[in-house]
């Protein structure tokens, strides 16, 4: 009778232990399943959503491109209201000495800083509105100097690699002392384009206007490589390609994200505006 007892008490506590195990190998196999890791191509895909939806930064640039030759610059941008403040030296261009300050403020574009400052009345900054630029439908469309990086928006251009079909994780990378993790991939313009189906329009407009300073410079594809912080937001991207007038290499390197940025126009009194000064010649 007492051997009777024992037997389903061992049984029971076996069948705990059991119970116990599968549960736990169960909870495993769950948690995998709810935290799959994410692909090199959603990544980059999260990663330029983040980044295209900052309101400001500051960034820096560096690097060769077509017909220019090497530039580095430093620049600031807020999206609302609309504003780009870019310090560029470009040491390869004869005609271009010391740094050019560039602020761009609606249609209007102000160029002064050592390279640009001339004896103009006393004055040390031009102001060039839309007019001179091509007109107010186009918007900034000149062919000075460092203009067309002045104009640039780089939150736009990290979206460019999520339209590669062969994006793979490089590995882990430390920027500036943040860690990072490095992706690469090769996209075409063709790819760009596919890339903005399915977008709001103002999204479509903004990736469209970075791709045109590529197009123009007749770049077909691109090797891109991005780095992606732990908050999801592009740190740093590169591009490389091969354009009509040389190589293109460049790489952008993101400081602040969504801090304040003050842009303002240069004091009146230092700025020629050379809108006013056609009118005067023309009445002279």
Known sequence: MKTAVRRPVRARTAGAGLAVLLLAAGATGCGSE???????????????????AISSLRYEMSGEIPGEGHVEAEAAMRVKPPAMSMK?????DPEVKGTVEMRIIGKALYI????????????SWMKLGASEL??????????AKGLAQADRNPTSEVAFLSGAKDVEEVGAETIDGVKTTHYKGTVTL??????FKGKDKATRERREKSMKQYEDMGVD????????????????????????????DMTLTFLDLNKPVTITAPPAKDTMDLAEMMKDLDKA
Do not use: C, Q, Y
Request: glycine content about 12%.
């Open 134 to 143: 091509g007109g107010a439908e186009k918007g900034l469309n000149s062919d």
């Open 190 to 195: 063709d790819d760009i384009r596919d890339s």
């Open 112 to 123: 002064g800083g050592d390279a640009a400052a001339r004896e103009m009345d006393g004055k």
């Open 221 to 248: 594809s691109f090797v891109m490589d991005m780095w992606v912080d732990g908050d999801d937001h592009t740190k740093r991207f590169r591009m490389r390609g091969d354009a009509d007038k040389g190589k293109l």
């Open 34 to 52: 709810e935290s799959p890791a994410m692909s090199p191509a959603a990544a980059v895909a999260k990663a330029a959503k983040k980044t295209e």
């Open 88 to 92: 560029i030296h470009m040491p390869d």
